[in-house]
Structures are given as C-alpha cells and as structure tokens.
C-alpha cells in the first residue's frame, strides 16, 4: 500500500508536470496562429459581452415542406389531365388537400401520387400518408416521426449556420449551443451592442435567381405562377417574379464585396459550383434581353437585364450597397440560407465593469477560502495536514490543466465550483488523517497505521466521491447554460481530488517515511 515503484513514481510527477505545462497558456499569449495554445475562456458574467436566446421557426419549415409537396403533387398530376378545384397546403393540420373536379378521377389521381407517397424522408420511412373519402377529395399528411426528423434536422442545420455567420463577422470566442428542442443559444464575448449580430442571424438569406414575367401588369393580380415581390430599398415597387426558381442560392460557393472600378459603388461578387455554373449558363443564355431577378428572402435586390451569356459561373450582385451592408451580405451568402427563420427570445448584455467586478469578487472568495482551508489543515493535522494542503494546490493546478485542454468557459457557477471543490477535496484527506489517528491511537505502530489508514478510508472517499461525480454528470446532461459550467468544474474537481487524495499524498507520506522511521506520527 505504501510502496511505490520508480515508475510509478514518475508517472505521478509526471502528470504533475504536465498539468502545469497545461495551465502555462492561461498567462502568456499564442506565440503563433499554429501553435495548440489552448486556455480556460471566460463566460459573460465574467467578460461582459451579448447573450442571445434564438428560436427556430417550425412552423416555416412545415410550411415550406408542404409548399414543395404542392408544387409535385401539381407535377404528377399534369401528365394524365387531371384536374382539380382546390390544392392547398394546410400547415395548421400537416398536410396538403386536394380536391379533384371529377370525383370519378379519383383512383387514377391516388395512382399519381402513389410514388410521392412512397418516398422516403430522414427517417427512411414513408414521409406522406395518402387519405380519400367520396367527395374527390385527396390528403396528403405529413407523418408525425418525419415532422420530429426534419425539425430536429432544421435546428441542426441552424446552429452550424449560425456558427458560421458569427464566426465570419469577426466575433471572437463566440460559443453557439442547443437548448431544447428548437432554441439555439448565442453567447458573445466582449460585444456590448448585438443588434448588427441579430441583424445578421435573424436573415433567413435565402437567395434565389427567377425570370421577370415582363407581360404581367404589377398594378393587376398576378397570373397563375407569377408572384409580386417588392424591391428591397423601395417596398413600394413590386416586381411580378415566376415562381419558378430557375437557379438557387444553394449552388453558391463564394460571395466576397467588392468595389466596382467603373461605377465606384459597392457590389457582392459571387462564384457558383459547377451544376451552378452550367444552370446559369444555360439560364442567361436562353433569355438574353430579359430581366432576371436576384431575390433574397423574398425580397428583389434587383432585376436587371441580361445583355450576354454569362458561362463563367461568376457575377455581381449591385443595389446601392454600402461598405458594411455589401460585406454582410456576402457574410450572409458565404455561410448558407437558414432552413427556417429565427426569432430573439431573449436578450442580455453584461458590461465589461460588471464583469471585472465578478472575477475581483471571485478571486477574492477563492483567495479567502484557500487560505481558511490551508489553515484548517495544518492547525489540525500538523505535518499530514501540510501534505493535504499542497496536494490541494496540485489539485488546482490539474484542475485548470484539464478547463484548459477542454477549453472549457469559465463562469461565476464555475468559481463557485471551485471553491466548493476545494472544500470536497480535502474530504479525502480529512478521512485518511482522521482513520490513520484512529489506528494509531489503538496501539499499531506509524507503518501498519499509515497503511490501515489508507486502505479503510479508500472504500468511503471513492464511494462519496462516485456518488457526487454521477449526480453532476446528471446536472451536466440536463442541464443549461451555466448550470453545466457548474456541472463540468466540480466532476473535473472530483476527478483531480482523488488522483491527489490517494495518490500524491500517499506518495509524500511514503517517501517522508522512508527517510525520517519516525516512531509516532504527526497527524495532529
């Protein structure tokens, strides 16, 4: 139990030593952009900075989902003349309704819609369920486990999206996560005013390019398949877009603002993939001397027309765009369309004086209870106390050593993790002491106490130790925001305490031993 091999020895001193190697990044700056210098981050109640509680969209995804089936089931219907009064999406009950003209038709459209029926969606299962009555009426609903699937999918995909446009906007640090079903946290270090950042994040920038009907009059309805959509900078003027979508945003591989050396103005240049490419090509090519709009979110930036073929896959978008409004929009079209809009739920922002005066409080509450805990130890357990207290320090510096390598963020939950980690970690050596006191005291000499003691008290520290390390983990796992700081900093403590507790300090005592035979033990 006391005996310990040289190998065992310097793997100890070892992990030591790479902790505090570990911990070397916290107070000397990156000496290259290649280098892994990983450190603790400090959160917003520390930092100061922006919070952001952003919700998902589901009934837009929903929606879409059924505009699309809409639009296919209309294609199905098309090669076999079958009509119909009424198709619709209906996104409060899930589905699409369609209502056939000659209810006598009602087999031969079932039959049509039998293969959009069978597709598959995220799950691998059938998306659609086909339901009829007498009427000649067709209901395409949207499966529940789908819906569940693509929702989650959207949320997903709006998080890296999102991840993407704050990272390209030069926010440093930015922590994006998931909270429930459909909320995604933003946390903003250092930026007092988010609303750019909100600006950017609440854009849906989905872009398209569709044809200008030029025969439709703006001031009549529009046609069947033609939409009015108005300018961007004059809402007032519309312009009728077909619906059809005849080269989309998603092809886009580059988007960079630039200043136009003829007009002087800012424009977004932009570069497509190669099915991109080649859909532009044959696009602009078929309808030189026609308008072709640029649309975002719904929104036409502008419509002009098209002189010659453009077959390089590259372009330039213009609209009396200003430095920063050219550079958003690229950052915007760099980092993809959201599948759904986001909505601010919920806004924050802590000063940077607020958060100085947190880390000062914290310090001072660390500083304070290290001190009152050392002072513990070595009043009541002399040398053996002194053995615990510069474990304790071990243990702070592993413990920052593995914050670090997670680059985990530290908040005020956190701090006070660590001071109530200092507290449990001294458990350990309070049982060990004490259990080595009591063998002593009923008669055994200093070795077969040192070793009884250890040994009894192993049992109860790992028992209790384990017991608070899985009820963190629980916090951890169902825990939000700072809650799981908390979680993370004291399950590293335990981690650490008990290396330190059974293993460092029982290396001391064996090493102290060797050297001194001391013929009573100065446990206090």
Request: aromatic share 6%.
């Amino acid at each position: 139990m006391m005996y310990f091999s040289p190998l065992k020895t310097w793997l100890i001193l070892g992990a030591i030593a790479l902790g505090a190697l570990l911990c070397i990044p916290n107070a000397l700056p990156a000496p290259a952009s290649w280098v892994p210098w990983r450190t603790v981050h400090l959160g917003l109640d520390l930092q100061g900075g922006s919070y952001l509680l952003l919700e998902v969209d589901m009934r837009a995804v929903i929606k879409e989902r059924l505009e699309s089936l809409v639009d296919a089931v209309r294609q199905d219907l098309r090669p076999k003349n079958i009509f119909y009064q009424t198709l619709a999406a209906q996104p409060d009950q899930n589905r699409v309704l369609l209502r056939v003209r000659d209810p006598a038709r009602l087999g031969d459209a079932l039959d049509s819609l039998k293969p959009l029926a069978q597709q598959t969606g995220p799950t691998g299962q059938p998306e659609l369920q086909l339901a009829s009555n007498p009427q000649g009426e067709i209901m395409l609903n949207l499966s529940q486990p789908e819906l569940i699937a693509r929702a989650n999918a959207a949320v997903q995909q709006s998080i890296e999206i999102v991840r993407r446009r704050v990272d390209e906007s030069g926010v440093a640090e930015a922590q994006v996560t998931r909270q429930g079903e459909s909320r995604v946290v933003v946390q903003l270090p250092g930026i007092s005013d988010p609303n750019r950042i909100k600006e950017l994040l609440g854009r849906t920038a989905h872009m398209t390019f569709q044809l200008v009907d030029e025969g439709a009059n703006p001031a009549l309805p529009p046609p069947p398949g033609v939409e009015l959509l108005p300018m961007e900078n004059q809402p007032n003027q519309k312009i009728p877009v077909r619906r059809r979508v005849d080269v989309d945003g998603a092809d886009l591989t580059d988007a960079r603002a630039a200043n136009n050396p003829q007009s002087g103005q800012w424009v977004v240049t932009f570069a497509f993939n190669s099915v991109g490419a080649r859909r532009f090509g044959d696009i602009t090519r078929a309808n030189v001397g026609h308008r072709f709009a640029i649309v975002l979110d719904n929104k036409v930036i502008s419509a002009p027309v098209i002189r010659e073929p453009i077959t390089g896959g590259r372009g330039e978008i213009s609209g009396n765009f200003t430095a920063a409004s050219a550079n958003d929009l690229a950052v915007l079209l760099r980092a993809g369309a959201l599948p759904a809009p986001l909505t601010v739920v919920e806004e924050r922002s802590v000063g940077p004086e607020l958060g100085a005066d947190s880390i000062r409080a914290g310090a001072i509450s660390l500083a304070i209870g290290f001190l009152l805990v050392i002072g513990f130890m070595g009043t009541f357990y002399g040398l053996f106390g002194w053995f615990a207290n510069l474990a304790l320090v071990v243990n702070l510096i592993l413990m920052l050593a593995i914050l670090s390598l997670l680059q985990a963020t530290l908040t005020l939950p956190g701090m006070a993790g660590i001071l109530l980690t200092l507290g449990m970690a001294v458990d350990a050596n309070i049982l060990i002491n004490e259990r080595i006191r009591e063998e002593q005291r009923a008669g055994r000499p200093p070795l077969s106490a040192l070793e009884a003691g250890f040994k009894r008290a192993y049992s109860t520290i790992f028992d209790s130790n384990m017991t608070a390390f899985l009820a963190h983990v629980m916090l951890f796992v169902f825990g939000t925001g700072p809650v799981r700081g908390f979680a993370v900093t004291i399950t590293v403590g335990i981690a650490t305490s008990l290396f330190t507790a059974w293993s460092l300090t029982r290396l001391m005592v064996s090493r102290w031993y060797i050297r001194t035979r001391p013929q009573l033990l100065p446990v206090g």
